[in-house]
């Protein structure tokens, strides 16, 4: 497990039903790829960790890869190990978007 984190890659934002051959396909250009990690499980945000044989390889992709559009999706790539969130996904971040819901019923007991 020694230089782990030096080889691998945290990749962000990809679409809900990717797959990991998906995930292959898009960063087997840049070098030997020994594990991919992908977690994309009921209730989580897509993610992968990528590890690559040379962490020479591994900054290759992140210059890439980094604000490529796939999809509908633009991703985020960089170096490094699990996301700020843990091992569930990453942590909210603020940003100038925001959702507003309406028209739910008021619980019980509430008013």
């Known amino acids: 497990?020694?230089?782990?984190?030096?080889?691998?890659?945290?990749?962000?934002?990809l679409p809900t039903n990717v797959r990991e051959k998906d995930v292959e396909d898009l960063?087997?250009?840049?070098?030997?790829?020994?594990k991919i990690e992908l977690k994309n499980g009921h209730c989580l945000v897509p993610f992968a960790l990528v590890r690559f044989e040379d962490p020479r390889d591994?900054?290759?992709?992140v210059y890439g890869r980094n604000s490529y559009d796939y999809g509908q999706c633009r991703l985020r790539v960089d170096r490094g190990g699990w996301p700020r969130g843990g091992r569930n996904g990453p942590s909210a971040r603020r940003?100038?978007?925001?959702?507003?819901?309406?028209?739910?019923?008021?619980?019980?007991?509430?008013t």
Not at 1 to 13: F, H, P, S
Not at 96 to 103: A, H, N, Q, T, Y
Request: proline share 2%; net charge positive; charged share 25%.
């Open 1 to 13: 497990m020694l230089g782990w984190a030096d080889e691998r890659i945290y990749v962000v934002n």
């Open 95 to 110: 940003s100038d978007f925001r959702v507003l819901v309406s028209g739910l019923p008021q619980a019980a007991g509430r």
């Open 27 to 34: 960063f087997y250009k840049y070098g030997r790829i020994r």
């Open 58 to 61: 591994a900054e290759d992709a």
